[in-house]
Antibody
Framework: EVQLVESGGGLIQPGGSLRLSCAASGFTVSSNYMSWVRQAPGKGLEWVSV???????YYADSVKGRFTISRDNSENTLSLQMNSLRAEDTAVYYCARYLKAVAGFFHAFDIWGQGTIVTVSS | QSALTQPRSVSGSPGQSVTISCTGT?????????VSWYQQHPGKAPKLMIY???KRPSGVPDRFSGSKSGNTASLTISGLQAEDEADYYC??????????FGGGTKLTVL
């Protein structure tokens, strides 16, 4: 079964760091485009970061310089290292896979994890 | 990277049709045929309903359809059913390796 399972969320003080993980099953993370998307309490979805199959990474302006997306090919996992956390980073963080095309990928997320909650508060 | 604009809420009776709009700019919705739509039930992860403006993934009923005109994309749900009650989000590629979501629309089935 194709599945994503996030972990690593929790309560962290402002200025602190947290590392989220996303374990994939049923497909290979390194062969896909993968993203993190977050949702603040009662708010809409916000795209956070992407890692391409070739390894290139890109970020939303709101997290650039503070968050780092990476993957562990041996563990088939996706990670998000979050530093200098702020109250406005409080959200459910989802990992998501891009829909694959015959050649390349579509700009759409076809598989989502169940999310992990990050709360930044003193 | 400003969020796309969606109505806060829409409603319809079972069997009716509703349309949800998603307005962006020429830098996102208007510039690419890369709009997708997601359905999210409370406490659940989003589910892909439409991609590339008007394509349906396998398993999504043909009651769901998408379109685009200029900087505005639309999701139409025909033959409304109780289980369609959910939040709906549009998303567009915005160039420069970034994506932008809409603020979300709450669909109520009366």
């Amino acid at each position: 079964e194709v599945q994503l399972v996030e972990s690593g969320g929790g309560l962290i003080q402002p200025g602190g760091s947290l590392r989220l993980s996303c374990a994939a099953s049923g497909f290979t993370v390194s062969s896909n485009y993968m993203s993190w998307v977050r949702q603040a309490p009662g708010k809409g979805l916000e795209w956070v970061s992407v890692i391409y199959s070739g390894g290139n990474t890109y970020y939303a302006d709101s997290v650039k310089g503070r968050f780092t997306i990476s993957r562990d090919n041996s563990e088939n996992t996706l990670s998000l290292q979050m530093n200098s956390l702020r109250a406005e980073d409080t959200a459910v963080y989802y990992c998501a896979r891009y829909l694959k095309a015959v050649a390349g990928f579509f700009h759409a997320f076809d598989i989502w994890g169940q999310g992990t909650i990050v709360t930044v508060s003193s | 990277q400003s969020a796309l604009t969606q109505p806060r809420s829409v409603s319809g009776s079972p069997g009716q049709s509703v349309t949800i709009s998603c307005t962006g700019t020429s830098s996102d919705v208007g510039g690419y045929n890369s709009v997708s739509w997601y359905q999210q039930h409370p406490g659940k992860a989003p589910k892909l309903m439409i991609y590339d403006v008007n394509k349906r993934p396998s398993g999504v009923p043909d009651r769901f359809s998408g379109s685009k005109s200029g900087n505005t994309a639309s999701l139409t749900i025909s033959g409304l059913q109780a289980e369609d009650e959910a939040d709906y989000y549009c998303c567009s590629f915005a160039g420069s390796y970034t994506w932008v979501f809409g603020g979300g629309t709450k669909l109520t089935v009366l």
